[in-house]
DNA sequence: TTCAATAGTTCTCAAAAAGAGAATCTTTTG
DNA sequence: CAAAAGATTCTCTTTTTGAGAACTATTGAA
């Protein structure tokens, strides 16, 4: 942010409002007014004047340009943790009403995959035994899931593999087993296909061709389970993914499966939360779909 | 407040803003709207306004009217914890950075009495040695002044006798030799002159008077110290005070004082804060001209 | 019972603030 | 050096806010 000309009079001291905590923090989030300006769906021009409204208000710098990028001055350093303390401690208010009222809203996280297969029928679970709660999707990767969850993005996510953090909790859902997946007909190209960063898949595609040394094989990245699926179907390459990917897929038939062996076997798919969430409860009703 | 008429479309959801919640408190704090808009120096009708927005913004109402008082809901006693919380982390964010500019206001709260006579000096020894240190004075009864300390109006304040409490911290700062002030030609009636309600002066002769067994003496209570010392110079009666208000009293001369004896004899005035306090620094260095 | 005082709400209008979009400036990148 | 990316500034319109007056309901006192 430029200095405000020289405005000689600085309104030092009025309230601090939770609109510029939060534009404050999703420009820090995302680094930078265009990013934060996608995320609260508003034009740059409006992320600017709150942080500039923000930094009069405080009567200090929050950030200062470094070329095209914004960087944290030390005052925002400061003010960071305050404001997503002050915005969390917003929402669990939120929460608490909604929870008293009965009607609550969670907010659940899952990759596309997930989303695909294994969830609706949790969700229509969900809503016959517990019609209170009024889910609501986010879709993204595992890796940008864990963000999510921390942020309060997201009440809770599912992801693949184990959390390692004292702050989550992580309630087992699936065990997907993990297949190589190949042309019905046996005929390949020595290509492994992943999809993106960040996906489940791909960490475990890639940590089993490691294991088996093909590390010098091609990869080939796709956004969509569909895309790896065609183009392994017609034999350009092979994919490691779930099982149940192929399942009932347009290309299953012409689709041979492989089950992976030892700790590749299985993918663990569990739901996480943050231990301190209100909605507990309810991210436990939705776990319930999942039981053995 | 009553119901919003019957707006088909309730904007539930939207981000609750700081001078919402601030009012909130403001309206639970000070019992009513109209302590509110007193206090928020505002009218009523905004604050009426600015509640129904909060309430329309949580889907929820959160006072109902009971006679002509207002009554928290269970969902507005949800909320009030949170509201404190949000409210004092706003303060601490600010203080934070205040801090590390370098230049910061404290809020000092202070009995009248105190005031008068202890503070001058060490505002004085404060501004030479510590400028950065911007001192602003809220004078209140030594009760009030306890609830400030709580409340975050004050950041400190000096009261009279010991605080059992372990949220704050409490440093001697003067000890107050307490005397029964009479009429210098020892003819008065056996009529106690006290301050009002929350002065520290008026529990301690209270206090005494109770184990002396005056009880069934007649008490007048007046609001300024001058006005009491005026009384008992008159020969009206008599009081108990700190010596200090008499000295340079411009009634000194026909006023004549005797010390009290045992555990009446000192009253400890302490500078209280709360241990969370992030202006702990400067606090403490306006006790250093009380110290011994 | 009536009347005044008190507390809260509603309504209206003027002033202030916030948002969208276009234009501008600056740095980075190809 | 041109194009792209990112941030800021400017302008105009819409929305929100606030002050004040009028209104309603309760309380308390004469």
Redesign the interface.
């Known amino acids: 942010m430029n200095q405000p000309k020289n405005k000689s009079q600085e309104k030092v001291g009025e ?5 510029s905590l ?1 534009t404050f923090k999703a420009v820090v989030d995302e680094a930078g007014i265009k990013g934060a300006s996608d995320k609260l769906n508003t034009v740059q021009s409006n992320i600017s004047s709150r942080i500039q409204r923000l930094e009069q208000e ?3 710098r929050l950030f200062q340009l470094k070329g095209r990028k914004l960087e944290l001055t ?2 925002g350093k ?2 960071y943790p ?2 997503c ?2 915005l969390q ?2 929402k ?3 929460d ?2 909604r929870i ?2 009965g009607q609550y809203e969670l907010v659940i996280g899952t990759p596309e995959t997930f989303a695909a297969i294994h969830l609706p029928r949790a969700l229509k679970g969900l809503r016959r035994e517990h019609s209170h709660i009024q889910p609501r999707i986010y879709t993204a990767t595992s890796g940008q899931l864990i963000s999510a969850v921390k942020n309060n993005t997201v009440d809770c996510a599912f992801v693949g593999g184990h959390i390692i953090n004292d702050d989550f909790v992580s309630i087992p859902a699936v065990v997907e087993k993990m297949v190589k997946i190949t042309a019905s007909d046996g005929h390949y190209d020595p290509v492994l296909f992943v999809r993106g960063e960040g996906c489940g898949y791909r960490q475990a595609a890639l940590a089993w061709q490691r294991e088996m040394g093909n590390t010098e094989q091609q990869l080939m990245e796709m956004s969509s389970v569909d895309g790896v699926l065609g183009c392994v179907a017609a034999g350009l390459g092979y994919t490691i993914m779930g099982w149940d990917m192929v399942r009932n897929n347009r290309y299953e038939d012409s689709l041979a499966v492989e089950a992976l062996t030892d700790h590749h076997a299985n993918l663990q798919i569990s739901l996480i939360y943050k231990n301190d969430c209100l909605l507990e409860t309810g991210i436990q009703a939705l776990a319930s779909f999942f039981a053995p």
Chains 1, 2 share one sequence.
């Open positions: 309230i601090m409002e939770l609109i939060k405080l009567g200090v030390a005052n400061l003010l305050y404001a303390q002050i401690l917003e669990q208010a939120k608490a009403i008293h009222e």
